[in-house]
């Protein structure tokens, strides 16, 4: 079935186990990687879709995220680059691709949302309006991995 | 004397008030601001302590407002205020000062130490004193709406945003909504969960609520770099948004000096009282719990702290507000020492953080609070500012620290009872 909706979307990822909603963050966040120069980012993103991954390997991980997160902030006054801010979002939805689980946890809504927020400050960015078409290519992205 | 210098020194001569000729006529000399500052106690050096930081206004009210001031400046003994010595100070004045207060309320003989700074701030900055980074954040303030250039189609992108994660609808110029929400900047760039955790809130407790599109940026960057004029300026766009929307209250976000600024400064900017409530975020999800408006399930179980925004609980006396909202969510809620009005300040407050060149300092100050964590150590700490939340974050992260940081109104949202058929 293909999914078309954030009701769907929500309700499939719900019913992926953790190491899946793994599989299909980092591919969330794979889409807008090109947003984000930190290698740190794309290493963590990388390392998410291997399935032998150890959970000392995911704390590393979540901390050299969380470090690219964090120094992409934008300081209180500073004049905000979209662009740059799109790459903070990208760290946070790698960091989340990498968490540690907790009951409760999306792991893979969570790195969707913040890979939308990333493709919505490109389009701010750009000046071209603010409808970005990201969620469709989430919807489809998703669909693709349930057929596997 | 240079001509902006010379603007400079009459301001400074003329923001020498009652209150200031008093503070400076009663001081002690007794050094305890400087224990109350933290840019003293982490350095060392004697050049933070408070008072010190005031140096050329003293100079000028003894010079001005003083019999044996005044002979000495006629007989040539007294040392007139120069660009070069504005120029050293400005160090002093904004990198190093947060206007936490925490001088003013330690004062033996009751001087605000405080209130002092921002007026010498007036002074620095018709002077040509005040920090690049700081005008730059006020003139995108005036031009744009937003100190750090965010334009009403960003704040629309965030509410689509919001919208479809919470499938909850943001409302945008609501006339007649009971309250009006304010965002800072920050939280519409890097904390869109403030802006999601007031939808759910708002919704569960059945209140109605607004953006304006005039009018959606707390901050007041023209308190912080000290011209009243253009503080006015800020302040008369959110009271023109309110009472065009006709709401009753409006909400300042999780922001310290945007609360100061909005509700203490604002009615004297505009010279009249308001036609509406201010509150702080936090005062109103109180207000809603008493009300029993706010009903959460659930407890966070690690071990959480809080820290108080200055301008929250120094000027504006939220201190017990924010651990009742903790205690409604944490089953292990620490205090970390020097708990509430007594609060360290993060480093990053009174346009500290939008300075490039104060960063080394900032970090410098933030062990006052890496030691208070280290009393305590926590798993996350909760705060409501979003200016402390970064510069938490930056500290931490400087120092290898592993504490998230989180608002405390999106810990609450996430603790919210949900409806019988939702949780079915």
Known sequence: MAISNDNEFKTALNKLTVAQQRQVASRFVGNVLPLCKDARVSGAVTAARREDITDSELAALFQAAKSASVESFTQCGREADWLAQAGHFVAEAAMACVKAAEAGDNLAWDAGMSARMARTCETIAGGAGTENQEADAQYRILTEFLKQ | ?424
């Open chain 2, 1 to 424: 004397m240079s001509a902006s210098l010379g603007k400079g020194v009459n301001v400074l001569k003329e923001v020498i008030d009652a209150p200031i000729a008093s503070y400076f006529a009663s001081c002690v000399h007794c050094g305890m601001c400087a224990e109350a500052c933290l840019f003293y106690t982490e350095t060392g050096d004697p050049k933070y302590t408070p008072i010190h930081k005031l140096e050329p206004l003293r100079r000028i009210y003894k010079q001005e407002f003083t019999i044996l001031g005044r002979l000495a400046k006629l007989i040539g003994l007294a040392k007139a205020v120069t660009d070069d010595e504005l120029e050293e100070w400005k160090e002093l004045v904004y990198n190093s000062c947060t206007l936490c207060a925490r001088c003013s309320l330690i004062c033996p003989v009751g001087n605000d130490i405080v209130y002092m700074v921002r007026k010498f701030r007036e002074g620095m900055a018709l002077s040509g004193h005040a920090p690049e980074d700081i005008i730059n954040a006020t003139r995108r303030t005036i031009e744009i709406g937003s100190p750090m250039g965010v334009k009403l189609p960003a704040v629309k992108a965030q509410m689509g945003h919001i919208q479809t994660d919470t499938g909850l609808q943001v409302p945008l110029d609501q006339e007649g909504a009971e309250y009006m929400v304010l965002l800072s900047s920050m939280e519409i760039i890097n904390f869109p969960e403030y802006l999601s955790a007031i939808a759910k809130i708002m919704k569960q407790a059945g209140k109605s609520w607004t953006l304006c599109s005039t009018a959606f940026e707390a901050t007041n960057s023209g308190i912080q770099v000290g011209v009243s004029d253009l503080a006015k300026v800020i302040v008369s766009r959110i009271v023109d948004g309110a009472e065009r929307l006709k709401v009753k209250t409006v909400i300042s976000p999780e922001c310290g000096h945007a609360y100061t600024a909005l509700r203490w400064d604002g009615p004297n900017l505009i010279g009249r009282p308001y036609t509406f409530q201010v509150q702080h975020i936090l005062e109103v999800l109180d207000e809603f719990r008493a009300q029993g408006l706010l009903k959460t399930e659930g407890f966070e179980e690690d071990r959480l702290t809080f820290h108080d925004p200055c301008q929250l609980v120094r000027r504006g006396g939220v201190i017990e507000q924010p651990r009742t909202l903790m205690k409604l969510v944490a089953k292990n809620f620490v205090e970390m020492p020097d708990p509430g009005k007594m609060n360290w300040c993060c480093g990053g407050g009174g346009g500290t953080s939008a300075i490039e060149d104060a960063k080394d300092l900032r970090l410098e100050a933030f062990k006052r609070k890496k030691s208070q964590l280290e009393a305590v150590k926590p798993d996350r700490m909760v705060t409501a500012c979003a200016n402390c939340r970064i510069t938490l974050e930056e500290g931490l992260e400087h120092y290898q620290m592993d504490i998230p940081v989180v608002g405390l109104t999106e810990v609450i949202a996430e603790h919210l009872a949900q409806p019988a058929q939702a949780k079915s």
